[in-house]
């Protein structure tokens, strides 16, 4: 691996172990106002929306693909269908793959 690419990854680890060290280390010593604190309620929600959303509607990476064939689209609706009726994420996590993999099997 080249010299450059080693100090680019070592610097990129050293900015985020010191942004993510920063607010373990001052803890409680930080007063965010409570806008800030609303609104860093909603990073997991987003983070995780992010990483999904394109695996899903777009599962080869290049073509939307909204129809019936998509197992990852009709695992993910049965995953959210069970989350929201019954509110237990386990739930929502083995349905959704249980979808998923039958249809995938069914579908070939």
């Not at 992010?50 to 509607?57: E, F, G, K, N, S």
């Not at 989350?83 to 386990?90: D, E, M, S, T, V």
């Amino acid at each position: 691996m080249p010299h450059d690419e080693i100090l680019l990854i070592a610097g990129m680890t050293l900015v985020t172990f010191g942004i993510r060290y920063a607010f373990y280390a001052l803890g409680d010593k930080v007063n965010f106002p409570p806008l800030v604190k609303r609104a860093l309620r909603y990073v997991p929600v987003a983070v995780l929306t992010a990483i999904t959303v394109p695996m899903v509607l777009l599962p080869d990476g290049q073509h939307w693909q909204l129809d019936w064939r998509n197992a990852w689209l009709l695992g993910a609706l049965v995953s959210g269908l069970i989350a929201w009726r019954f509110q237990h994420l386990l739930a929502a996590i083995g349905g959704g793959m249980a979808v998923f993999f039958l249809w995938r099997w069914l579908l070939g």
